[in-house]
């Protein structure tokens, strides 16, 4: 069950009830766990994933919105940011479905498998031209997840950063007790908390606390790489920093979309 605040916005109501209700769909994210835990010893990628992802995305994407940032079904089709709403919503719960199949090359299988379930998720809430623009931006949400895609929307900015947000401490559990011990395992169980908020100059701010410098691998390599090239760039700051009760050290402070920036390291003695 994903708990989601639709606010306002009576058609992201309308398909989370829908979602939340769609017995095959549920059926397929068990099938997802069964691939990415059990078969191939990754951390989770279920209903708990879908929730958190999509929790996120809403957040990133209400964040943009509030500082005038125009979702892309606005700009080009004249559709509404409630639209946005839920493409994001749609694109952050179906990125995943061709795990079913396999890890490599999902973004493919997870196309076909959304197209077959969309008329279902958007029927008599649409009418045929909105419905065909829905789709076609989720789709393009989907396949377009990965790092090595490139980004044509907004909206797929916020799906795929969201998902390398899925990463606290917790969420890595699964492989490090199962003895996978690699760096990228190490560096998730590093991950103490993942806050997002705004600022006067960002309205994305990402804030990753760590108790370990090992979890700079999760920000450095792999978040970085999935901001980059998307259309948040240039609305999102990022910053690392290890927490412990006697110290606040900031490890990586940076802004994509500018001129790149070294790591910077900054010692905080709290008293």
Request: proline share 4%; aromatic share 4%.
């Amino acid at each position: 069950m994903i708990n989601l605040p639709y606010n306002s916005n009576l058609k992201l109501k309308s398909i989370l009830d829908r979602v939340n209700n769609n017995d095959f769909l549920q059926s397929l994210w068990e099938c997802i766990n069964v691939n990415a835990v059990r078969r191939m010893g990754l951390s989770d990628h279920g209903p708990v994933h879908f929730a958190i992802v999509s929790n996120i995305a809403l957040k990133i994407l209400r964040n943009l919105l509030e500082a005038d940032v125009k979702p892309n079904i606005v700009t080009d089709h004249q559709m509404t940011n409630d639209d946005a709403e839920v493409v994001v919503f749609l694109g952050a719960v179906l990125h995943d479905l061709g795990m079913v199949a396999h890890r490599e090359n999902h973004h493919l299988f997870s196309v076909p498998l959304a197209a077959q379930l969309l008329p279902s998720l958007l029927e008599g809430i649409y009418e045929d031209r909105e419905r065909a623009i829905i789709t076609a931006e989720t789709l393009h949400t989907i396949y377009s997840h990965e790092s090595e895609i490139p980004q044509l929307t907004l909206e797929a900015g916020v799906v795929r950063v969201a998902d390398a947000l899925d990463m606290k401490e917790g969420r890595a559990r699964i492989p490090f007790i199962a003895g996978k011990k690699d760096i990228h395992a190490l560096s998730a169980m590093s991950i103490r908390d993942v806050k997002i908020r705004k600022s006067k100059q960002k309205p994305v701010v990402v804030e990753i606390s760590m108790y370990n410098e090992s979890g700079i691998f999760q920000v450095d390599q792999l978040l970085r790489k999935k901001i980059a090239g998307t259309k948040l760039e240039g609305f999102i700051e990022v910053v690392a920093q290890v927490e412990n009760q006697q110290r606040k050290t900031v490890l990586s402070r940076y802004t994509l979309g500018t001129l790149p920036e070294s790591p910077t390291a900054e010692v905080i003695v709290q008293k």
